[in-house]
């Protein structure tokens, strides 16, 4: 029987320590995640097409793992998807889907990764969250957006627990620097019994 990773993620709390779990998984990944019914990337690139119906419109996915939010975004529509992810094995999982323009290697101790305003879009699908990429990270994607800019992101059950996660994103709405344009709870893992809220942002 091969190793489990999903409940070990919600405990990981340093960056090194993330990625080298996303390493190690990276091969039972889909495997896993897809035994447990995992929907969010379906849930959110679907929420997104609705609002920005623009197939050659380049999107970021940021944490892309192995690719199965790319392929989820070909689905609902969208021609033109790079990808970053801090895990190099993640990555080669993503290679192989074909459904990325480009991938990138994120660097965890850069703190600026992304240039300004390079993208209309940025998917954060299954990525904000306990055992993932922490709160500040929603400043740091939000900042990279232009005016008019779209932010879409789940933030599962987990996440939806912890003030921290959920203070970022009131923070952006309750001053008026970003509109939400979309909300929706829904199943995340239902193999888990967990759920994830999606959401479209756009910035203001």
Same mark, same amino acid.
């Given at each position: 029987?091969?190793?489990?990773?999903?409940? @070990?993620?919600?405990?990981?709390?340093?960056?090194?320590?993330?990625?080298?779990?996303?390493?190690?998984?990276?091969?039972?990944?889909?495997?896993? $995640?897809?035994?447990?019914?995992?929907?969010?990337?379906?849930? $959110?690139?679907?929420?997104?097409?609705?609002?920005?119906?623009?197939?050659?419109?380049? /999107?970021?996915?940021?944490?892309? +793992?192995?690719?199965?939010?790319?392929?989820?975004?070909?689905?609902?529509?969208?021609? $033109?998807?790079?990808?970053?992810?801090?895990?190099?094995?993640?990555?080669?999982?993503?290679?192989?889907?074909?459904?990325?323009?480009?991938?990138?290697?994120?660097?965890?101790?850069?703190?600026?990764?992304?240039? @300004?305003?390079?993208?209309?879009? /940025?998917?954060? /699908?299954?990525?904000? +969250?306990?055992?993932?990429?922490?709160?500040?990270?929603?400043?740091?994607?939000?900042?990279?957006?232009?005016?008019?800019?779209?932010? =879409?992101?789940?933030?599962?059950?987990?996440?939806?627990?912890?003030?921290?996660?959920?203070? @970022?994103?009131?923070?952006?709405?309750?001053?008026?620097? =970003?509109?939400?344009?979309?909300?929706?709870?829904?199943?995340?893992?239902?193999?888990?019994?967990?759920?994830?809220?999606?959401?479209?942002?756009?910035?203001?």
């Amino acid at each position: 029987m091969s190793e489990k990773f999903l409940d @070990k993620t919600y405990g990981l709390s340093t960056t090194d320590e993330t990625r080298d779990h996303y390493d190690k998984w990276a091969a039972s990944y889909e495997a896993e $995640v897809s035994e447990n019914g995992y929907v969010t990337p379906g849930r $959110v690139a679907d929420a997104l097409w609705v609002k920005l119906p623009e197939p050659q419109t380049p /999107i970021l996915d940021f944490g892309c +793992g192995t690719g199965l939010s790319g392929l989820a975004l070909r689905r609902a529509g969208f021609e $033109v998807i790079d990808g970053m992810d801090p895990s190099p094995e993640m990555l080669e999982g993503a290679r192989a889907k074909a459904a990325y323009r480009a991938l990138d290697v994120l660097d965890l101790h850069d703190p600026e990764p992304l240039a @300004k305003a390079a993208y209309k879009a /940025i998917t954060a /699908i299954g990525v904000l +969250g306990t055992g993932a990429a922490p709160p500040a990270t929603f400043d740091l994607l939000m900042n990279a957006l232009g005016r008019g800019g779209m932010l =879409a992101f789940s933030y599962n059950d987990h996440a939806l627990a912890d003030r921290h996660f959920t203070g @970022k994103l009131n923070e952006w709405l309750d001053c008026g620097a =970003a509109r939400l344009l979309f909300r929706e709870y829904g199943p995340h893992l239902p193999g888990k019994d967990m759920g994830a809220d999606v959401y479209v942002l756009e910035k203001a």
